[in-house]
C-alpha cells in the first residue's frame, strides 16, 4: 500500500507560478511511475504529467514548454513547477502513483488561477 499527500495548491494570478509536491509513504520501493491529474468542474480526470522510474516523463500538450515534472526517488517525492499559469489550469490537482499491480492516490490539492 502506498499513501500519498499532496501539498502547495493555491490562488494565483494568471502568469504566475505554483509548485506542487507530493510525499509518498508505505511500499514505495515498488512504485515505478509517478503524476499528477487534474479535474475542473463538470470535466474528466486528465493526466497532466507523470515520470517514470528511468526517469522518462510526459506531458498534456496544454502544459508543454510550462510544467515541468520532477521526482526525488530519495525523498519520495515528486514535484510538479508550474509556471506562465492560465485560467484554464484551474482544477483539483491529484497525485498518483503505480506499482504495475495498482494505482494509488492523494486527496488532491485545488489550484485556481485568477484572470
Known amino acids: 500500500q502506498v499513501h500519498l499527500v499532496e501539498s502547495g495548491g493555491g490562488l494565483v494570478q494568471a502568469g504566475g507560478s505554483l509548485r506542487l509536491s507530493c510525499a509518498a509513504s508505505?511500499?514505495?520501493?515498488?512504485?515505478?511511475?509517478m503524476g499528477w491529474y487534474r479535474q475542473a468542474p463538470g470535466q474528466q480526470r486528465e493526466l497532466v504529467a507523470d515520470?517514470?522510474?528511468?526517469?522518462?516523463?510526459n506531458y498534456v500538450d496544454s502544459v508543454k514548454g510550462r510544467f515541468t515534472i520532477s521526482r526525488d526517488n530519495d525523498k519520495k517525492m515528486v514535484y510538479l513547477q508550474m509556471n506562465s499559469l492560465k485560467p484554464e489550469d484551474t482544477a483539483a490537482y491529484f497525485c498518483?502513483?503505480?506499482?504495475?499491480?495498482?494505482?494509488?492516490w492523494g486527496q488532491g490539492t485545488q489550484v485556481t488561477v485568477s484572470s
Open positions: 508505505g511500499s514505495v520501493f515498488s512504485i515505478y511511475g
Open positions: 515520470v517514470f522510474t528511468g526517469g522518462s516523463a
Open positions: 498518483y502513483a503505480d506499482d504495475g499491480a495498482a494505482e494509488f
